[in-house]
Nanobody, 123 residues
Framework: QVQLVESGGGLVQAGGSLRLSCAAS????????MGWFRQAPGKEREFVAA????????SYGNSVKGRFTISRDNAKNTVYLQMNSLQPEDTAVYYC????????????????WGQGTQVTVSS
């Protein structure tokens, strides 16, 4: 069982930056591929980024490539999402998730989910 708690969301102006954190419980964090998804009101859940067990491999959704960076610190059981050049269309609830796959980009490959953190980007 893995419990995930996101933090770091908030209100930011367009062009600004935020760093989300996701703290995981459990002793097997390093055996989970980790990912970030987001969901805006009235829209489907969208893949944002994923990172492999060791952090050696990453994957990004097309809408965030070049602006967002995912990383992890297995010693701290934490995964991060650095978000730069934020735009109003990035406004959404951001969810952290854990997958038993080495790295996963589909939401149904993830077995544990956090409660989400709201990110709002004003124009």
């Amino acid at each position: 069982q893995v419990q995930l708690v996101e933090s770091g969301g908030g209100l930011v102006q367009a062009g600004g930056s935020l760093r989300l954190s996701c703290a995981a419980s459990g002793r097997t964090f390093s055996r989970y591929g980790m990912g970030w998804f987001r969901q805006a009101p009235g829209k489907e859940r969208e893949f944002v980024a994923a990172i492999s067990w060791s952090g050696g491999s990453t994957s990004y959704g097309n809408s965030v490539k070049g602006r967002f960076t995912i990383s992890r610190d297995n010693a701290k059981n934490t995964v991060y999402l650095q978000m730069n050049s934020l735009q109003p269309e990035d406004t959404a609830v951001y969810y952290c998730a854990a997958s038993r796959a080495l790295i996963a980009v589909k939401w149904d490959e993830y077995v544990y989910w956090g409660q989400g953190t709201q990110v709002t980007v004003s124009s």
